[in-house]
């Protein structure tokens, strides 16, 4: 917490949560889903009585301001980041959040779903707020601590700045991004607007936390052809696409290469949805490793998998898979800009915190942001249990948040 200072970062937490802002990965719109907007135009509208002139939310969802330089020195520009839209893994729609001050340090059972409890066997980093406030949900829906606790934490820093012309900093630019839940982030972000040198997310976990590492990405689609025919009369003429990409899941490996199977630094293969018809049907896969070279050697995997199986179901089948980039490890081009990370620690160092370097098992905006030039490690924002109705988020640790953004515009001042 600064001293001296009333955080709004609760508050504004609270109130944005609320707004629903689920995106959709079936969505080919930009946004996916336009009530992501509604938020958006609503952060766009505070900024501007923060202060921020230039603030404004365009066409696709995506929210830019600046808050300028107040010192005569030439510090690099620097950008902070945070997604709007909320998982689509669990509802988003009508979320009570709920905020239990002096947390009694006991399980917590939330109020409309009493058989929603967060316990603290299953998150001990629940003991670290005890005495102090914790924000849920009511246990029909998630959260959106991912990541609307970024953005509260980045409207709160640009509340204090604005109000304390005594901190130096150099230019600072703001973004809000739709989409990034669905991989579509960046896609239609306007790097010339930013015009920043280094940029940070904050879509972290617990307080301390600095990641500078993450999965490494890629889509794969198998498409299989198979051969219709009425079922009353389908004997030796059918073969049903829609089993043969049921037959594909069940050929996986069942005790390695899977997310419920790996940690650490180990990749998987996953499954995420099946679709279509007994004539076509799809089957999609997101495939991850911390080593980008490992994910060809995961697709062919995969690939000698699917065409074993449909060779067994018939000749007459036939199959496509395609390979899409998604994303890769933001550490191939970090290490190239070791000041970055640097100058973080720096800051979680002032605000009296350990620094806890961790890869990412996932992806943040600042993965494609780092590869599009923008290099952008992601900085802790204090969510729990995120994508899940048990989703959680404790007060302190977003006031710790804004202090080290405080910090660190500081420490890139000092050093400029």
């Known amino acids: 917490m600064i001293q001296g200072y009333t955080h709004t970062v609760a508050e504004r937490f609270m109130r944005y949560v609320q707004i629903d802002t689920q995106s959709d990965p079936g969505s080919d719109t930009y946004p996916t889903t336009e009530k992501q907007k509604q938020l958006s135009e609503l952060l766009a509208k505070e900024l501007k009585t923060i202060g921020l002139k230039d603030a404004f939310a365009d066409e696709y969802g995506y929210v830019y301001a600046t808050i300028p330089s107040n010192t005569d020195k030439n510090v690099p520009v620097i950008c902070f980041c945070s997604h709007v839209d909320t998982a689509p893994d669990c509802s988003g729609t009508n979320v009570k959040p709920i905020l239990h001050e002096n947390y009694n340090g006991k399980d917590i ?89 280094y940029a940070y997310t904050l879509d972290g976990g617990e307080a301390g936390t600095l990641e500078d590492e993450t999965f490494s990405a890629d889509g794969v689609r198998i498409t299989v052809h198979g051969v219709i025919a009425h079922p009353g009369y389908a004997k030796n003429r059918l073969v049903n696409a829609l089993k043969i990409v049921s037959a594909i899941v069940d050929a996986l490996p069942k005790e390695e290469w899977s997310p419920e199977t790996t940690s650490k630094r180990k990749g998987f293969v996953h499954p995420v949805a099946i679709n279509g018809i007994a004539e076509r049907a799809t089957v999609d896969f997101i495939v991850r490793d911390f080593n980008t070279l490992e994910l060809k050697r995961h697709e062919e995997e995969l690939q000698a998998i699917a065409e074993k199986v449909v060779r067994k179901f018939s000749k007459k089948a036939t199959m496509e898979f395609k390979v899409t980039e998604q994303y890769r490890n933001m550490k191939e081009v970090l290490e190239n800009h070791p000041k970055v990370v640097e100058y973080a620690k720096q800051a979680y160092k002032r605000a009296g915190l350990k620094t806890v370097n961790e890869p990412i098992r996932g992806g943040t905006d600042g993965s494609r942001l780092s590869f599009m030039g923008l290099p952008c490690p992601n900085l802790f924002t204090g969510m729990q249990a995120i994508h899940s109705r048990h989703e959680w988020i404790g007060v302190k640790d977003m006031e710790k948040a804004v202090e080290v953004l405080v910090n660190l515009v500081q420490v890139w001042e000092e050093n400029a």
Request: aromatic letters at 4%; charged letters at 25%; a negative charge.
């Open 109 to 197: 059972v939330l109020p409309d779903d009493t058989t929603q409890v967060i316990s603290k066997k299953d998150y001990p980093y629940l003991k670290e707020h005890k005495g102090s406030g914790i924000i849920t949900a009511s246990g029909l829906t998630l959260l959106g601590a991912d990541d609307k606790s970024g953005v509260s934490i980045i409207m709160d820093m640009a509340n204090y700045l604005t109000k304390n012309n005594n901190v130096k900093h150099g230019e600072i630019k703001i973004v809000f991004t739709p989409d990034e839940e669905v991989g579509k982030g960046t896609s239609r972000i306007d790097l010339k607007q930013l015009h920043a040198d």
